[in-house]
């Protein structure tokens, strides 16, 4: 069974950063693509970053373009994402999720695709 556990959320002032972290319990971490996705009520939940298998691609969407930043270590299972220059707009519940089926270099922004999920961590940006 895969586990997935973030940290890292809290309230921070506009134009600040943070860092989100999500340890897996998983047999072998590089089986799966990963990804960021947000959620805000009312809202469905979105892709915000992904990662692939091989940690070699990743995909962003268009509001978080050059501000997110996705990462992963295989060998401590962790999945990152830095959060620079933030803004009101980017509150929301932040959840990591994982995708067992994507191949190597692959990433799907197709919320179903991910079988595993976080509990996610709530992300406040004041003004």
């Known amino acids: 069974q895969v586990q997935l556990v973030e940290s890292g959320g809290g309230l921070v002032q506009a134009g600040g950063s943070l860092r989100l972290s999500c340890a897996a319990s998983v047999r072998t971490f590089n089986d799966y693509a990963m990804g960021w996705f947000r959620q805000v009520p009312g809202k469905g939940r979105e892709l915000v970053a992904g990662?692939?298998?091989?940690?070699?691609?990743?995909n962003y969407a268009d509001s978080v373009k050059g501000r997110f930043t996705i990462s992963r270590d295989d060998v401590k299972k962790m999945v990152y994402l830095q959060m620079d220059s933030l803004k009101p707009e980017d509150t929301a519940v932040y959840y990591c999720?994982?995708?067992?089926?994507?191949?190597?270099?692959?990433?799907?922004?197709?919320?179903?695709?991910?079988?595993?999920w976080g509990q996610g961590t709530q992300v406040t940006v004041s003004s």
């Open positions: 999720a994982a995708d067992p089926r994507s191949s190597w270099l692959f990433i799907t922004r197709v919320r179903d695709e991910y079988d595993y």
């Open positions: 990662v692939s298998r091989s940690g070699g691609r990743t």
